[in-house]
């Protein structure tokens, strides 16, 4: 079992800035890949950016230039820095994370979700 946690969310004025991280714990070998992904209510989730093991990052366009994602190593925590936000950032953000358990079993695993509220 692999479990991430997401922190970091919370209530900021548009313009501001937030730091999402998400950590894995259990039974885990090694990270292929993690990304971050939004629901805003009514919608379809969505991915934010994403992040290889080799660290080649992508976004969605609404996003680049403003996020950053981030991660140390293969198992530390992937961080994502969202800065200049406006209100159309507010939505439920989730990790996601692929790899190999320590069993060697492939893993596919999601976050429970961290609430990021982007309002004056």
């Known amino acids: 079992q692999v479990q991430l946690v997401e922190s970091g969310g919370g209530l900021v004025q548009p313009g501001g800035s937030l730091r999402l991280s998400c950590a894995a714990s259990?039974?885990?070998?090694?990270?292929?890949?993690m990304g971050w992904y939004r629901q805003a209510p009514g919608k379809q989730r969505e991915l934010v950016a994403h992040i290889s093991s080799g660290r080649s990052t992508n976004y969605a366009d609404s996003v680049k230039g403003r996020f950053t994602i981030s991660r140390d190593n293969a198992k530390n925590p992937v961080y994502l820095q969202m800065n200049s936000l406006k209100p159309g950032a507010t939505a439920v953000y989730y990790c996601?994370?692929?790899?190999?358990?320590?069993?060697?079993?492939?893993?596919?695993?999601w976050g429970q979700g961290t609430q990021v509220t982007v309002s004056s």
């Open positions: 996601n994370a692929d790899g190999r358990t320590a069993t060697m079993r492939p893993f596919h695993s």
């Open positions: 259990g039974s885990v070998f090694s990270i292929y890949a």
